[in-house]
């Protein structure tokens, strides 16, 4: 079993900045990626940001440039800082953990996830 707990998120202004983290606990050492995810009020589940065991990184369109994700193995955290915050930012961010070598944009194929955390970006 792995547990995810995800850092306070909080309220921006447009053209902000927050950093985001996540820690892992349990049996992280079989992790293949860990994942950040976000979901708006009525909206699905949409992939932000991936980084694998190997360090290869990825983006969605819509953040690409402006997120960055980032892994401290030594203390099981994976970040997510993200620049120049636009309104449509705003949502729940979930930190996710997937087990298998399979594609990192899907959000069924993780087997772990964090509460949530609530970004807020105010123009």
């Known amino acids: 079993q792995v547990q995810l707990v995800e850092s306070r998120g909080g309220l921006v202004q447009s053209g902000g900045s927050l950093r985001l983290s996540c820690v892992a606990s349990?049996?992280?050492?079989?992790?293949?990626?860990m994942g950040w995810f976000r979901q708006a009020p009525g909206k699905q589940r949409v992939f932000v940001a991936a980084?694998?065991?190997?360090?290869?990184?990825y983006y969605s369109d819509s953040v690409k440039g402006r997120f960055t994700i980032s892994k401290d193995n030594a203390k099981n955290t994976v970040f997510l800082q993200m620049n120049s915050l636009k309104p449509e930012d705003a949502a729940v961010y979930y930190c996710?953990?997937?087990?298998?070598?399979?594609?990192?944009?899907?959000?069924?194929?993780?087997?772990?996830w964090g509460q949530g955390t609530q970004v807020t970006v105010s123009s």
């Open positions: 980084i694998t065991r190997t360090d290869n990184t």
């Open positions: 349990g049996r992280t050492y079989t992790s293949y990626a």
């Open positions: 996710a953990d997937q087990r298998r070598i399979l594609s990192v944009w899907v959000p069924s194929n993780y087997d772990y």
